[in-house]
């Protein structure tokens, strides 16, 4: 008897553990990001902890969320860690410097932004074939993913920026 409630005592502690690593693990590419960003909202957060700038427009809701809209900054705000959980903030796409994530910008060049991104973890998940206007994306862990989009002199001209999201109902909008 005795080693039975040992074993249950080790089980549950064990999941405890295990579950406590996997979301430690998770969410540091998030801190590690919103560290090294100065965009307005750490990513993830809340949509109850906003502070609304009266200079954030809201151009109406979509399906699962909605955006603030300002000058060359959108925000979108929906559910997550799975689409249908409460608000918080889950992408940013900026097409000027004023804003940079990892010390990198718009107007800078690709090769610095790479080899940055690979510092903080991430992969290029997707190469672009040949065009006048590339995208290129990078992950980290399936937590964050980066989209970098570049002009034919390989200056970074957009970047956008999304926590990964899950589906796990199947819900259609």
């Given amino acids: 008897m ?9 089980i549950i502690t064990s999941v405890i553990i295990i579950t406590l690593l996997y979301t430690l693990n998770n969410n540091k590419p998030i801190d590690e990001f919103n560290e090294n960003t100065n965009l307005p909202f750490a990513l993830g957060l809340p949509n109850t902890s906003i502070v ?27 559910g997550w860690p799975d689409i249908l959980d409460e608000y918080h903030v889950t992408s940013y796409e900026f097409t000027s410097d004023k804003y940079s994530i990892f010390g990198f910008t718009n107007g800078d060049y ?28 990078f992950s980290n862990r399936g ?18 920026v999304g926590l990964e999201t899950t589906n796990k109902s199947g819900a259609v909008f």
């Avoid at 005795?2 to 249950?8: E, G, S």
């Fill in 2 to 10: 005795k080693n039975k409630k040992a074993l249950i005592i080790i």
């Fill in 52 to 78: 609304r700038d009266e200079e954030f427009q809201i151009p109406g809701g979509s399906y699962g969320g909605f955006q603030l809209v300002k000058d060359d900054l959108k925000i979108w705000v929906s």
């Fill in 110 to 137: 690709l090769d610095n932004a790479i080899s940055t991104l690979k510092k903080h973890g991430y992969r290029i998940d997707m190469i672009p074939e040949q065009s006048s206007v590339q995208r290129y994306i």
């Fill in 143 to 160: 937590v964050i993913f980066i989209n970098i989009t570049v002009n034919p002199e390989n200056e970074i001209i957009r970047i956008f």
